[in-house]
């Protein structure tokens, strides 16, 4: 079976950096994009960054505009979220994923298949 893993996560202060990582420790498949979602306490799981492997197109949600990248090798089914400049409104978990197809923004996390079970990163004022 697919089983991604997160690392990376941690704590942080307002203002800091953190780097994110997605690999898949399991059987091999193919994706047509990987992204990045986040869920702090009592909300919802929140988009935050993808990259498809067709052309490396990425879009990112408009909160970490200009502070997080995402980037990855998608032979290995791997992601990375670069997170700089960081608020403590960026503290969630945050959960990487991988779509097997795709359309439109690729924002909605019912596009996607496979999923990590998250790391903590948590961003202190």
């Known amino acids: 079976q697919v089983q991604l893993v997160e690392s990376g996560g941690g704590l942080v202060q307002a203002g800091g950096s953190l780097r994110l990582s997605c690999a898949n420790s399991g059987r091999t498949f193919t994706s047509y994009a990987m992204g990045w979602f986040r869920q702090a306490p009592g909300t919802e799981r929140q988009f935050v960054a993808r990259?498809?492997?067709?052309?490396?197109?990425?879009y990112y949600a408009d909160s970490v505009k200009g502070r997080f990248t995402i980037s990855g090798d998608d032979a290995r089914n791997t992601v990375y979220l670069q997170m700089n400049s960081l608020k403590p409104e960026d503290t969630a978990v945050y959960f990487c994923a991988a779509a097997l197809a795709g359309w439109g923004t690729l924002a909605s996390r019912h596009q996607y298949v496979y999923w990590g079970q998250g790391t903590q990163v948590t961003v202190s004022s």
């Open positions: 990259v498809t492997w067709s052309g490396n197109s990425t």
